[in-house]
C-alpha cells in the first residue's frame, strides 16, 4: 500500500485508535466532516487509562493497537489518544511508513497558534501528555516566542466518565485546577494569562461548559477533535484517499473494537459519540 | 508446600497484591498488625484500574499477579484488591489449593455485619465489586435478614489518587454519593438509612474524614484494611506460619513490585502507605 490513492484503496475504511471510549468525541468529529467515510475504531478499554502509564508502555500498547487495526485493511490510522499522540507517534510513523497515521498533538497546536493573540496558551491534559511535552514542542516549533502551560487534570476524565459533566463536583474541579490559570482570584497574573486553552485529552469535551464557566468568556478554547477532523481530511484528500461513495446511512459505517467490557463501551461510549451504541455492535478483540 | 507450618515456610514473606498503590492501605495494615513479618507486595499498575473491567479480565491478571509473588517463595496471599478479591477469589483458592489466600471481601463483610445493629448496611466500591455482588452476598450469607445497599463510587478512586482527599471537590462528590444513602434531606429514608458503611475499595479510607463528615457521626465505617490484616494474623497463626524474627525494623521488610511506572507508584504509593517510598526500591515487573 503506497501513498498513491487507488480505488481499492480509497474505498477502504478509516481507522481511529483511543485507550479507552473518549476517542468516540474525535470519531464523531471525523465522521461529520467526512460523510463519504467509513470507520473502524479500536478502544483499548482493557488497559486504560494510558495517561498514568511510562512512555515504554504506553507506545508498545499503541503499536498493538495500531496492528489490529492495520490487520482489519484500514487506509489510514488517526490515533485519537491524546497520551498516544503524544508519546508514540513517532515509533508509529517509523512502524508504519506506507501508512497516513495523524495524531491529534499537532493539529491541535496548528489550532491554538492561529487562535491565540497574544501566544499565552494553556494546555490541559493527562499526566503523561502533559509530562511528555509533546504539545508544548508543537507550539512552540509553530511560535518560537508563545509560552505555554501545561497542566495535568486527572479528575476531569473521571467526571467525563462517570457523567457528572455539570453540577457541584464538576464545578469544583474545574474551578480547582483552572482558577490558578485564568481566575480573577489571582494576582500578578495579569496580562500573561492564557488567551487560549488547548483540551489536550479526548475526554473534555464533555465538560467544555462547566470550563467554559470557570475560564470566562474570552478565553478561546480549542477541541483538537475538530481540528484533528480537518486535517484528517486534508491529508487524505492530498494523497488521493478520500472515499467516493455516501457512506453517512451505511449501517454499519462506524464499527467498533474493544479489548474489554463491550456493554460498558456501548453505555459510556455513547456519551462521547453523542449517539446511542448498541453493545451487539462491539466487537471483543484480544490484543 | 502444605498448609502445615515449617521453620522455612514461616520464614519466608506474605505476598500482597492490588491493582495498583490503594492495597498500600492493606499492607499498611498488616505491617502493624505482624510486626515479625515481611512482605513483597505487588501492584499492577500497568493495568489499572481493575474495578471498570469484566469479570474474565480481573481473573486472569489477578492469576498472572499471584503466580509472579508464589515464583517468589511468598507463603501466604494476601488479595489486597477488593475488586479481585470479588471477582477472582474462587478462581485463585482453586488455582492455589496449598496456598494461604486471604480476601478483604469475607473479613469486610464478618466487620460490617458485627458493627451494624439495625441489619441495614451500606457498601460502597468500585463498579466491578458492586456489580459482582460479593460483599452482598457475604454480609447476607452471616446475617440473612441484613439489608444490603451497594453504590459504585469510582470519583474516590480517582480523587484519592490525586491527593484531593480534603476540601470542596472531595466534599460535593462524597455528597453526590452519599447523600442519597445517609443524608438528612432525603424523605422516606427514614429509619431504614445504613448505621453501617462498608468501605469495599482500597482506596476510600484516605477519605475516611470527608466521608464521615457527610454520613455524620453515628454510621460506622469498616475499613476492610484493619479487618483483614486481623483475618491474615489468625489465618496465618492457626496454620503455623507466623514469623519468628522481630521484623520491623528489618530495612527489606517490605518489597515492592509494580508492573510499569515505578516513579509515580512511588510517589503516588507514599500516600497510602503513609511513609514514603523511594523508587529505587520498586521493581519493574512484567506479568
Redesign the interface.
Known amino acids: 500500500m503506497g501513498s498513491s490513492g487507488s480505488a481499492a484503496a480509497s474505498s477502504r475504511p478509516i481507522g481511529v485508535f483511543d485507550s479507552g471510549v473518549g476517542g468516540l468525541t474525535v470519531l464523531r468529529a471525523l465522521g461529520a466532516e467526512m460523510p463519504r467515510e467509513r470507520f473502524v475504531y479500536l478502544g483499548d ?3 486504560l487509562p494510558y495517561g ?3 512512555p515504554e ?1 504506553v507506545i508498545r500498547y499503541a503499536v498493538q493497537a495500531a496492528d489490529a487495526l492495520i490487520e482489519r485493511g484500514v487506509k489510514a490510522l488517526i490515533v485519537a489518544c491524546n497520551t498516544a499522540s503524544s508519546v508514540a507517534l513517532p515509533a508509529m510513523r517509523e512502524r508504519y511508513r506506507d501508512m497516513t497515521v495523524i495524531g491529534v498533538v499537532e493539529p491541535g497546536a496548528e489550532a491554538a497558534v492561529a487562535a491565540s493573540r497574544s501566544g499565552h496558551i494553556a494546555v490541559i491534559g493527562t ?1 503523561a501528555t502533559v509530562r511528555g511535552g509533546a504539545y508544548q514542542r508543537a507550539i512552540t516549533q509553530r511560535r518560537p516566542q508563545a509560552q505555554v502551560r501545561a497542566l495535568a487534570c ?2 476531569f ?3 467525563a ?2 457523567g ?1 459533566t455539570s ?3 464538576a ?3 474545574a ?2 485546577y483552572l482558577a490558578p490559570l485564568f481566575g480573577p482570584a489571582t494576582p500578578g497574573v495579569g496580562e500573561s494569562a492564557a488567551d487560549t486553552l488547548v483540551l489536550a485529552c479526548t475526554h473534555f469535551p464533555v465538560l467544555q461548559a462547566v470550563i467554559r464557566s470557570v475560564v470566562g468568556p474570552r478565553v478561546v478554547i480549542v477541541d483538537s477533535a475538530a481540528t484533528t477532523a480537518r486535517a484528517a481530511h486534508s491529508a487524505l484528500s492530498e494523497r488521493g484517499l478520500l472515499g467516493g461513495e455516501d457512506a453517512a446511512r451505511m449501517p454499519d459505517r462506524m464499527r467498533f473494537l474493544a479489548t ?2 463491550v456493554a ?1 463501551f456501548a453505555a459510556i461510549g455513547g456519551r462521547f459519540l453523542a449517539r446511542s451504541i448498541d453493545a451487539r455492535d462491539v466487537e471483543l478483540v484480544d490484543l
Open positions: 478499554t482493557a488497559r498514568t502509564k511510562s508502555t499526566e486527572q479528575m476524565v473521571a467526571l466518565e462517570e457528572w453540577g457541584p463536583v464545578r469544583a474541579a474551578e480547582q474489554d467490557g460498558r
